[in-house]
């Protein structure tokens, strides 16, 4: 964490304006503190920022997984299916689907040979919260699935 101060008068922030929002602009940001100060020179605005360097910050864009490619046939489909669970979900409760479960956990819960509380709680990401909150959602939706597709209902 780095620490910069930068004054900007009252009276002439045109400059001193720029140059902070430009500062703010080209680093991450942890915290600002300002004060009012009258000072000889005239009023201003004192700023302290703390931050990291935009260099020291570089994330690697996460590249995108196709399922259907990573997954065997039965599991796509599945997984296709708890996709279209979370959207009704997600639909329902106005949020983003994401944040009900990631694409990534839904893949891990599409590999079950069924779907359980506990066994859901075994997928990388997936928790007690989102277990509590979307699991019996999910729960007789995915295994009704399962079941279909043994039967030969699912194409």
Known sequence: MLIQIFTVPIYDTVASTEELNRFLRSNKILEVQNQFVNNPNGPCWCFCVKYIENGNMAVQPKEKTDYKQVLDDNTFKRFSKLREIRKLVALEES?????????EELAGLAKLSELTVSKMLTVKGIGEKKTEKYGQKFIGSFNQSLMDEKSGLLD
């Open 95 to 103: 949020i983003p689907a994401f944040t009900i479960f990631t694409d």
